[in-house]
């Protein structure tokens, strides 16, 4: 069993995971394959050769608003 995400992204999942300047900040709702996207980011980092040490995902849940996400990479 791989561990690589199946998720075909969509075309703002793609802009995400392939983001290329300085740390970003995506606010995404239930449902919005968050976690997926992440983890395909941080795939394309390592093939882009980032060490592993180098990448940094947060993930934060809003309080105020609970249906929104808020996360940051660099």
């Known amino acids: ?3 690589t995400p199946t998720l075909k992204p969509t075309p703002e999942q793609k802009l995400i995971v392939k ?7 995506v606010v995404a709702g239930p449902g919005c394959a968050i976690t997926s ?3 395909l980011r941080a ?3 390592l ?3 980032y060490g592993p040490e180098s990448i940094v995902i947060l993930i934060r ?3 105020l ?3 929104l996400t808020f996360l940051s990479f660099s």
Request: aromatic content about 0%; hydrophobic content about 40%.
């Open 37 to 39: 996207t992440m983890a």
């Open 65 to 67: 608003v609970p249906k």
């Open 61 to 63: 849940r809003c309080v």
């Open 19 to 25: 983001h290329q300047h300085a740390n970003a900040m």
């Open 47 to 49: 093939d882009q050769g």
């Open 43 to 45: 795939k394309h980092m």
């Open 1 to 3: 069993m791989g561990l």
